[in-house]
Nanobody, 115 residues
């Protein structure tokens, strides 16, 4: 059974940084594409960043130049380094594993950017 567990969310002031982690169990982690998505109240879930099994990376337009995704296949973990945070980055952040047409999701971690 695949399980994804996010951590690292919290309250941060504008301009600050946070690092999210997502540990995956129950799968051969290195084989699959991983991603971070976010959903703010009243909004649709949107792509933040994605890293493929081959280490190709793409970012959502809103976070380019500020966020960095990475993965540690030995630790079954994907990271999201978030710098220069803005109030509009406030959302629940979800970790995702993509297996062809099937997606697995974590429960999410809240990120709040506020002074």
């Amino acid at each position: 059974q695949v399980q994804l567990v996010e951590s690292g969310g919290g309250l941060v002031q504008p301009g600050g940084s946070l690092r999210l982690s997502c540990v995956v169990s129950g799968s051969i982690f290195s084989l699959y594409h991983m991603g971070w998505y976010r959903q703010a109240p009243g909004n649709q879930r949107e792509l933040v960043a994605r890293i493929t099994s081959g280490q190709s990376i793409n970012y959502g337009d809103a976070v380019k130049g500020r966020f960095t995704i990475s993965r540690d296949n030995a630790e079954n973990t994907v990271f999201l380094q978030m710098n220069s945070l803005k109030p509009e980055d406030t959302a629940v952040y979800y970790c995702n594993q993509q297996r062809g047409s099937v997606s697995y999701w974590g429960p999410g971690t809240q990120v709040t950017v506020s002074s």
